[in-house]
């Protein structure tokens, strides 16, 4: 168009300016992205930095965690080895105790016995008196007991012991 028209031409001239608006509509769109870019470039160092502080602080926790499973994977060999010593001495253990019971008698000497040193005689007089004078007492006991406890009326007097009056009359049955 400027070889066809002149520099004043009305057409160059809007065509001129909407070069130049669009231009500085680019400028400022350029600006704006630049302004937003680099904003965004530095959130995004931001959440790097904090990221790479966090990964940092993990890392140290997984070597420490290492340690750890170092330490945990040593107790569990020895709780294996433990558990297959256990298992075998209770084997043992087992084989011996029933090997015991099957060679040892069921039977044991404590002591040795004995012999006396004088002979032993029975008393016998001293055993059936002492019986004897036991049975006696043992039966006066019971004698006295069953009088003690027994509560039926027999006389004339236990009437009236029981009753608490005189008795009028008694009456003898025969004997026939």
Known sequence: MSQKFGPKHPDMLQLVQSIT?????????VE???QTTYTDLLQAQSIYD????????????????SKYQEQYDNLQHDLTVADSLYGEIMMTMEREQAKFNMEAPSYRIVDRAAAASQPSVPRVMMWISSGAVIGLICGLAMAFLVAFLDDRI???????????????GSCRASGT
């Open 21 to 29: 608006t669009q231009e500085a509509e680019l400028s400022k769109a």
């Open 32 to 34: 704006s992205a630049a």
């Open 50 to 65: 904090q990221s790479k502080a966090r990964l940092d602080e993990l890392s140290k926790d997984v070597i420490e965690l």
């Open 154 to 168: 027999k006389t004339a007097f236990d009437i009236e012991s029981v009753v608490g009056l005189p008795l009028l």
